[in-house]
Structures are given as C-alpha cells and as structure tokens.
T-cell receptor, first 111, second 114 residues
C-alpha cells in the first residue's frame, strides 16, 4: 500500500512564526500536492509539484511556499503564520494520470 | 478553469438502502473522475475512479456512472452499511503536459442509520 506520511497530526503555532509541514511518500510518485481543507469549502489546492525541484502554484498559494529537494519529500512552508491559516492541511501524491493518495492530515492552529 | 459542483451536501439513508451522490463539471477536456471517502480524523481515500472512455464502472457495492455529454457523474452505493458513513468527495481532472490537476467537489456527508 502507498503510504503518505505527514510530520505532525496536530500543531499549534503563534502568529508570525515560520511553520514547516513535511510530507513523505514511499511509492516513487512523480506528483505531490498540498491542499487545505476548511468546512464548507472542500479541498483547495495550495501548491503542487510534478518533479524534483519543480513547483507550481495552485488556487490559493498566497502566504505559502514549498520545497521539493527529493522525490519522496514535499514541504509546505508558512513564512509568517496568520490566524486565517488555521486549517487542516492535507498532502497527497500520485503517479502520472491517476488518483491521489492522501496523508492523514495536519490540523494547524495559529493563535 | 474547471468547476465541480457536488450534491447533496448531506445525505441520510437507512441501512440497506441505496445512496446516490451527483457531481457536475464544466470543462469538457476533463477526462478522469475519482471519488474519495474521508472518515473522521483521516485523509481522503480513493475508492473508485472512472475515465472518460467508459460510461460505468462497478466495484462490489460501489458504482460510478459518467455522462460526458451532460458533464455529470455519480456515485452509487448499494446495500449501505453504517461503516459507509463518511464524507465523500468527487473530483475531475484533465491531463495537461502529462500531469493531472484535480478539482474537488465540496463534499457530501453520508449518514447511514442502523
């Protein structure tokens, strides 16, 4: 089974802090994604990557950046956390032209 | 870009009954349609998918139908069980430069009453 792991299940940070969310997949997938999930808004794409060192903006990239130095690892960075970034963050990976495998999610609270 | 709408937002059925969730999409170039199940406290899990060259696909109690002309696709769950209770998401994607970008519906909370 494909495994997508995320570094934390729950995280509490203060406004202005730099936050790193790490995601690792073990199936050699080319594509990796970061989404945020909020009630009533479904899943919204923040950033995605289709290869090492490649990254593309999703629908809501403002306030976020990403890093993909190795194929199996895709990091989401909040440069200066704000309260409106309190959310559930989901990482996913997929082979080309196929459905995604999601991680368990990180529930981030910014106070 | 693509726009995916999903209905209903909540669905309550009696155990053993069928459940149907519907999605529409706007981009005729979309050609791949996965469905996900998300249980409480977990990430979404891919349960079934369909490609645009197929009209229907079945996997045990779950089936998905696709109408490309009308641009809608549906998830059908038969003989529902309490463990089917979860939030279900549909998604649509097209291939651009050999890459899939997914657009998700807003989710349907299914409650199966024992």
């Amino acid at each position: 089974d494909v495994k997508v792991t995320q570094s934390s299940r729950y995280l509490v940070k203060r406004t202005g802090e730099k936050v790193f969310l790490e995601c690792v997949q073990d199936m050699d997938h080319e594509n990796m994604f970061w989404y945020r999930q909020d009630p009533g808004l479904g899943l919204r794409l923040i950033y995605f990557s289709y290869d090492v060192k490649m990254k593309e903006k999703g629908d809501i990239p403002e306030g976020y950046s990403v890093s993909r130095e190795k194929k199996e690892r895709f990091s989401l960075i909040l440069e200066s956390a704000s309260t409106n970034q309190t959310s559930m963050y989901l990482c996913a990976s997929s082979p080309r032209i196929a459905g995604s495998n999601f991680g368990p999610g990180t529930r981030l609270t910014v106070t | 870009g693509e726009n995916v709408e999903q209905h209903p937002s909540t669905l309550s059925v009696q155990e053993g009954d069928s459940a149907v969730i519907k999605c529409t999409y706007s981009d005729s170039a979309s050609n791949y349609f996965p469905w996900y199940k998300q249980e409480l406290g977990k990430g979404p899990q891919l349960i079934i998918d369909i490609r645009s060259n197929v009209g229907e696909k079945k996997d045990q109690r779950i089936a998905v139908t696709l109408n490309k002309t009308a641009k809608h696709f549906s998830l059908h769950i038969t003989e529902t069980q309490p463990e089917d209770s979860a939030v279900y998401f549909c998604a649509a994607s097209g291939v651009l430069n050999n890459f899939n970008k997914f657009y998700f519906g807003s989710g349907t909370k299914l409650n199966v009453k024992p």
